[in-house]
């Protein structure tokens, strides 16, 4: 099913080349043509959408990750120093 070009149909009508039955039944093909290119957008809007929503959930998982492991090093207690076991020197 072939639409006219939209700006085609309205010089065509304007002109009286075709009927306003004829302009109306093209405009109808012209905006379900439209409607379907909308529901294919979204969808593929929706996939890529969904895509990145767990390329940022699993980055978010390897931040928290790597933060968690930040904080127990840096929490970490220092060991203490054992006072030496050599005797102090006499003058």
Same mark, same amino acid.
């Given at each position: 099913m072939a639409t006219y070009d939209p700006k085609q149909l309205l010089a065509d009508y304007a002109a009286?080349?075709? /009927?306003?039955?004829? %302009? @109306?039944?093209?405009?109808?093909?012209?905006?379900?043509?439209?409607?379907?290119?909308?529901?294919?957008?979204?969808?593929?809007?929706? /996939?890529?959408?969904? %895509? @990145?929503d767990g390329h940022v959930n699993r980055l978010q998982v390897a931040v928290d990750s790597l933060t968690a492991f930040m904080d127990k090093l840096l929490h970490k207690p220092k060991p203490r120093a054992t006072p030496s076991s050599s005797k102090p020197t006499q003058a």
């Open positions: 009286g080349r075709i /009927t306003p039955e004829m %302009a @109306v039944g093209h405009s109808l093909q012209h905006i379900a043509q439209l409607y379907e290119a909308q529901a294919t957008a979204r969808t593929a809007w929706q /996939t890529h959408r969904a %895509a @990145v």
